[in-house]
């Protein structure tokens, strides 16, 4: 940590800032740079981004085939979109959900029903957004379930969820410490990390139920 003294002239009062840090992001006498007072009364000083505008893709697809399928969803990811949605014909059957996943493993691409979406603008600050995408993940594992029962889609579904509670976690810590600015209260990121822990124990329960237990199954689908 470092310390520098207050410099006054007439009525207003300045701070030089570090020449490694300016240098580092570039700034220099014509550039902006974002003030923001936190909970405790720090000032914390950030470089101004220049962020493109993204544009949101929605398609609707006819086409059946997988391969098709899984070669329009890497072009929407790999492009610089803010989100993108591919509406099916026919919902797609566990079986087909199965071959899905065994080809793509994408974070933030969740297939629901007749719809493959992804907010592809999903980052470690939006632990609301990750959240969501947890839910899906968890919807579908439910229908899984009762369908199918396919153990390999199981076990899948049970690791991208464990993997979403970690994004949030670390999405929750980087706020917490200051390193990444993020656009939800306090309170509200407390509450996402109690609700991403219940949803990630429900998930380890939930997975331990046998074929027998359809109809308990079909009612916490339901909720």
Not at 37 to 44: D, I, R, V
């Amino acid at each position: 940590m470092e310390t520098r003294k207050v410099q006054k002239t007439n009525n207003m009062h300045y701070v030089y800032m570090p020449t490694s840090w300016c240098k580092k992001h570039q700034i220099t006498s014509k550039s902006r740079v974002n003030l923001k007072e936190n909970s405790s009364g720090a000032l914390m000083i950030s470089p101004t981004e220049t962020k493109a505008i993204l544009k949101d893709l929605e398609i609707n697809l006819d086409e059946e085939d997988q391969d098709v399928i899984n070669k329009l969803i890497i072009a929407c990811y790999l492009n610089p979109l803010g989100s993108f949605k591919i509406n099916l014909k026919k919902e797609l059957t566990a079986k087909k959900l199965l071959n899905q996943k065994n080809i793509i493993s994408l974070e933030s691409v969740e297939i629901d029903k007749k719809t493959i979406s992804c907010d592809s603008t999903v980052t470690l600050s939006e632990p609301g957004l990750l959240l969501k995408t947890m839910v899906k993940k968890i919807k579908n594992l439910s229908v899984v379930l009762i369908q199918n029962y396919n153990i390999d889609l199981i076990n899948r579904y049970e690791e991208e969820i464990d993997r979403s509670k970690m994004l949030i976690q670390k999405s929750i810590i980087n706020y917490m410490t200051m390193t990444v600015p993020v656009n939800l209260k306090m309170i509200d990121l407390y509450y996402i990390s109690l609700i991403t822990v219940d949803l990630e124990r429900m998930v380890d329960y939930m997975i331990q139920l046998k074929k027998t237990d359809i109809v308990f199954l079909e009612k916490i689908s339901g909720v």
